[in-house]
């Protein structure tokens, strides 16, 4: 199908999750710094330099701090009072924000990934405009599915009614739409989930 630049593209950065494997009480993985810049920072400066636009961060636990490090920058941020409950109710939030709605495809990635980088999301844009907006579209390492995943409009309802912390795998497999897999590389699969992690992968805690 040919590549069809009109296809429009927004993006969901979840930035809302509790982080429990941090510790009770622990430093907050989000804030945690990678090149002198807070991950969730980090994360969105990645989004907005993209061929996705508008761009949702959906906010949940300690949210004013998550708004404060995305402070400045030209991105909706958008609470989801049922963060809690796990990252479904977060996307489903997102992706109900009436900006997102307007848009052919929805990129829902996860702020906690320090390796993605603007040109793995512009690929991933790219390969959903070839598509014709109609493909779902997965970042993967080999044939190890990751994230982020472009979802096209046509799963938007479905992706609005999930909940509690049912992600998109299942929806993904139930949706009978083709699946194009486009390989980034180690970062499609790297999130950085406890303190080790983070120090590992080259960052700075904070608070």
């Not at 980034?184 to 805690?205: F, R, S």
Request: glycine fraction near 10%.
């Amino acid at each position: 199908m040919e590549h069809r630049k009109d296809v429009s593209v927004a993006a969901i950065l979840l930035a809302a999750g509790q982080a429990r494997r941090m510790g009770e009480n622990g430093p907050h993985k989000l804030l945690a710094e990678f090149d002198n810049v807070p991950l969730v920072r980090r994360s969105a400066i990645a989004l907005l330099a993209s061929n996705a636009t508008p761009i949702v961060a959906v906010t949940g636990h300690r949210q004013g701090d998550i708004e404060q490090a995305l402070a400045g920058l030209d991105i909706t941020t958008l609470f989801n009072p049922s963060y809690v409950t796990g990252m479904g109710s977060s996307v489903a939030c997102g992706v109900s924000h009436p900006k997102i709605a307007e848009c052919d495809g929805v990129l829902v990635m996860l702020a906690d990934m320090p390796g993605i980088m603007t040109e793995h999301i512009d690929s991933m844009v790219h390969a959903f405009q070839q598509s014709g907006g109609e493909a779902i579209v997965r970042a993967s390492f080999g044939d190890k599915p990751g994230h982020p995943v472009l979802f096209p409009r046509l799963l938007y309802d479905r992706l609005m009614r999930l909940e509690g912390d049912v992600g998109a795998r299942e929806l993904i497999a139930d949706s009978e739409l083709p699946v194009v897999m486009i390989d980034i590389g180690p970062a499609a699969l790297l999130d950085v989930d406890t303190p080790t992690a983070i120090i590992e992968n080259g960052g700075v805690l904070r608070d």
